[in-house]
C-alpha cells in the first residue's frame, strides 16, 4: 500500500513493503498502494476561522495532488488508499509525525514546506524517498541536497527557488495600485529563502519602482498584534507578504484581517493566500506542482532513487486577483492589468 503524508502545509507519504523498498518487481499498476496526507501549517492559528481556513487550502492541496496521481494510474479505493495527519500547529509534532511515518513503512514521503520540516523528514529516515515541495529556501546552500543535478542520498526536490519572484510581485502590486509608495514586508526569518529575498532581492527591485520597504519579522504567532500595532504607525499603503511557510501561513486569517481592516493592498506568493481574501498574488502554477509531485512519485514507485532525480523549478506561473478583496478596500485595477491574469476571483 501506498500512504501520502505531510509535514508543514503538508508531508505526504507512499507506503509499502518496508522502508526504502519501492518493490521493483512489480508493476505499480499490480500493486495496491495506499497514502496518507499530513495536514497543517507550523505554528497556532489565532482563532478556529483561522484554522479552519488552513485546513481548507490543505485539502485543497491534498485532492489536487489525489487528482493528479489518478491521471498517471493511482485510483483511490483501487489501488491507492490515503490517509491524512494533522500537525494541528504544533511544531514539535513534526519530528514525531514523521517518526510515525517511517514505522508505517511507507515507501515515498512528500514534505511541503521550508527547511525544518524537510529536516524532521531526513532525520527520522536514511532510506525512504523523500520529495520536497514548495520550499523557497536554496537546497544546496541549506545542506538539504548536493546539489541540483544529483540530489544525493535518499531526497529530491520540487524547488520555488527563483530571484525574479519578489521582484515580479512588487512590480505587479505598484502596477495595480500606482500610489503606493511604502511597502510593508512581512516575513518569517526562519525561512532562509525569504531572509534572503529581503536582504537581496527586494531592496534592489524597490528602488527601480521607488518604493520604500518596511521589513516586520514575525517568528511565533504572539508577535502580530504587536507587528500590526507598529506597522499601523508607519503608515504603509501597501503590503507584501513573503513565501508562505511556518508562522505565516498558520495565521494567514489574521494577516488578511489586518489588511483588510487596514485597507491595505497585498500581494502573496500563492494563489490560497487569494482565494481566502488576500488582494493578488504571483507564484508557480499550483495544477503544474501538483502533477509534477505525481510524477515524481510515480518514477520513485517504479524503481527511480531520488538521488538520480534532478531538481525542477517552476516553469509555469499564475497571476490571480481578489476582485472582491479589490472592492471592499477601495481599489481599482486597471483593466489591462486584469487581462494578464490568469484568474480573476468575483
Not at 109 to 118: D, R, T
Not at 267 to 275: G, K, L
Request: hydrophobic share 40%; net charge positive; with cysteine.
Amino acid at each position: 500500500m501506498v500512504r501520502f503524508s505531510n509535514h508543514e502545509r503538508y508531508c505526504d507519504t507512499v507506503s509499502g513493503a518496508g522502508e526504502g523498498k519501492n518493490n521493483r518487481g512489480k508493476s505499480h499498476a499490480q500493486k495496491n498502494r495506499s497514502a496518507s496526507f499530513l495536514l497543517d501549517a507550523l505554528g497556532s492559528s489565532h482563532s478556529s476561522s483561522g484554522a479552519a481556513a488552513d485546513a481548507a487550502s490543505n485539502s485543497a492541496r491534498a485532492e489536487g495532488i489525489r487528482l493528479a496521481l489518478r491521471e498517471r494510474g493511482y485510483i483511490e479505493g483501487q489501488n491507492i488508499a490515503i490517509e491524512y495527519r494533522y500537525a494541528e500547529g504544533k511544531p514539535g509534532r513534526q519530528s514525531e509525525l514523521a517518526a510515525e511515518l517511517v514505522r508505517l513503512k511507507v515507501d515515498v514521503i512528500v514534505v511541503a514546506g521550508g527547511p525544518p520540516q524537510i529536516w524532521a523528514a531526513m532525520n527520522a529516515t536514511k532510506t525512504i524517498p523523500i520529495v520536497m515541495m514548495g520550499t523557497g529556501s536554496d537546497p544546496v546552500e541549506a545542506g538539504l541536497i548536493d546539489s541540483l543535478a544529483r540530489p544525493g542520498g535518499n531526497v529530491t526536490f520540487l524547488t520555488n527557488l527563483t530571484r525574479e519572484l519578489g521582484r515580479k510581485r512588487l512590480e505587479l502590486l505598484k502596477e495595480a495600485v500606482p500610489k503606493v509608495a511604502r511597502v510593508a514586508v512581512l516575513y518569517d526569518p526562519a525561512i532562509s529563502g525569504t531572509v534572503r529575498d529581503m536582504k537581496e532581492v527586494l531592496p534592489v527591485a524597490a528602488r527601480a519602482l521607488r518604493l520604500t520597504i518596511q521589513p516586520w519579522e514575525v517568528r511565533a504567532a504572539n508577535d502580530f498584534d504587536r507587528v500590526f500595532a507598529a506597522m499601523g504607525k508607519q503608515r504603509p499603503d501597501g503590503l507584501y507578504v513573503s513565501s508562505s511557510g511556518g508562522v505565516i501561513n498558520a495565521n494567514q486569517k489574521r494577516i488578511f484581517g489586518f489588511a483588510l481592516k487596514s485597507r491595505l493592498p497585498s500581494v502573496y506568493a500563492s494563489r490560497d493566500a487569494v482565494e481566502a481574501g488576500g488582494l493578488m498574488s504571483y507564484g508557480a502554477d499550483q495544477a503544474e506542482r501538483y502533477q509534477r509531485v505525481a510524477y515524481f512519485v510515480d518514477r520513485i514507485l517504479k524503481g527511480a532513487k531520488p538521488a538520480d532525480l534532478p531538481v525542477e523549478q517552476p516553469m509555469k506561473f499564475e497571476f490571480v486577483i481578489n476582485l472582491k478583496t479589490a472592492k471592499q478596500i477601495g481599489v481599482t485595477i486597471d483593466p489591462n492589468l486584469l487581462a494578464r491574469a490568469n484568474k480573476l476571483i468575483r
